[in-house]
């Protein structure tokens, strides 16, 4: 396992990585980790910790929500390379809190050209 202050590192980085993507990037990696995570619920693929958490910390900075902890700390878990289905019921919270964000987003006309 990695430390703590490395852990940090990483998910800060990418978050920034996130929060710099064009619109094309950022549909298309949000669509590549909602199905990820669609696969690691059914079982159909076996991801790794670490690729579930990038995953969630995309949706999570997608989202804007930098403060709920709980959810901080099941990004920072599986960044860490925890035994990631004991986090199951985590991350599929975590990509259902997405879809409700995403539901309540306003779509503008502009963005559905």
């Known amino acids: ?5 490395n ?11 996130f929060e710099s993507l064009s619109a094309a990037e ?3 990696l949000t669509h590549n980790a909602l199905e990820l995570i669609s696969k690691f619920e059914q079982g159909s693929e076996e991801a790794t910790a670490k ?7 995309l ?3 997608i989202a804007q929500d930098f403060m709920n902890v709980e959810y901080w700390q ?8 925890v035994n990631h289905s ?9 990509r259902d809190y997405y879809l409700e964000y995403l539901s309540e987003q306003p779509v503008s006309l ?3 050209r």
């Open 74 to 81: 099941t990004v920072e878990e599986l960044y860490s390379g």
């Open 26 to 28: 950022s549909i298309q």
């Open 110 to 112: 502009y963005k559905q």
């Open 1 to 5: 396992m990695q430390n703590l202050q």
């Open 51 to 57: 690729e579930l958490g990038r995953a969630c910390c």
């Open 59 to 61: 949706l999570l900075t």
């Open 7 to 17: 852990i940090t590192r990483n998910i800060a980085d990418d978050t920034l990585v």
């Open 86 to 94: 004991f986090y199951k019921q985590e991350v599929i919270a975590i």
